[in-house]
């Protein structure tokens, strides 16, 4: 069965810094990948999503991700945070029922001043 | 605007009730799902339908009972036998194909008293 990894469950970053948030699947066939991005009591919104091609995706706010198949890995990074892109992040891999999604348990970023 | 809508944003119950979360969605999506939010443990799906009444449980439907009567509906019902109902609840819904992300309404909050 399919899983994702979040090892991470809280990351503090100063504004303006650089940003990586881990996230390891476990997926038999080529997986498809996501990662959303969820503000305190709200909804998620799609950051990036990668099913093809190119291993480096770029999303909204500044976001992008690398694809490594011999790592099984899907890592966000973003080169210099701002205080709004303090919320939690959730990195999700296609494969639950009707083609569902497995979701990591996430990762609280908090930005330091 | 396309969306989803998701009501009441706060839903207070006593215990021994049975309650019905909204979710309508004018995307004119197929797919539609319930996942349910905990702290500290991501999305884990309740329930999810491909087409018009028809609905599969997910990894979590004990206690929780689902209708499909139209495509734009998928309301849900957190019974008296569900255990531990206070959580925050999302529906999302997807197109066509396994490529299309899925799109996520604002959510419930659900308060067992």
């Known amino acids: 069965a399919q899983s994702v990894t979040q090892p991470d469950i809280h990351i503090t970053v100063s504004e303006g810094a650089s940003l990586e948030l881990r996230c390891n699947y476990s997926y038999g066939a080529t997986p498809y990948l996501f990662w959303y991005v969820q503000s305190p009591g709200q909804g998620l919104q799609l950051l990036l999503k990668?099913?093809?091609?190119?291993?480096l995706v770029q999303g909204i706010k500044g976001f992008e991700a690398e694809f490594k198949r011999s790592q099984s890995s899907f890592n966000l990074r973003k080169p210099s945070v701002h205080w709004s892109d303090a919320a939690e992040y959730f990195c999700?891999?296609?494969?639950?029922?009707?083609?569902?999604?497995?979701f990591g348990k996430g990762t609280h970023l908090i930005i330091q001043p | 605007d396309g969306g989803i809508t998701q009501s009441p944003k706060y839903l207070f119950r006593k215990e021994g009730q049975n309650v019905t979360l909204s979710c309508e969605q004018n995307l004119n999506h197929d797919a539609m799902y319930w996942y349910r939010q905990d702290p500290g443990q991501g999305l884990r799906l309740i329930y999810y339908?491909?087409?018009?009444?028809?609905?599969q449980k997910g990894d979590i439907a004990e206690g929780y009972s689902v209708s499909r009567e139209k495509k734009e509906s998928f309301p849900l019902t957190v019974t008296s036998a569900q255990k531990n109902p206070t959580a925050f609840y999302l529906c999302a819904s997807r197109g066509a194909s396994s490529y299309n992300e899925q799109f996520f309404g604002p959510g419930t909050r659900l308060t067992v008293l």
């Open positions: 990668y099913f093809s091609g190119d291993t």
């Open positions: 339908s491909q087409i018009v009444n028809d609905f």
């Open positions: 999700a891999v296609v494969g639950g029922g009707a083609d569902g999604l497995t």
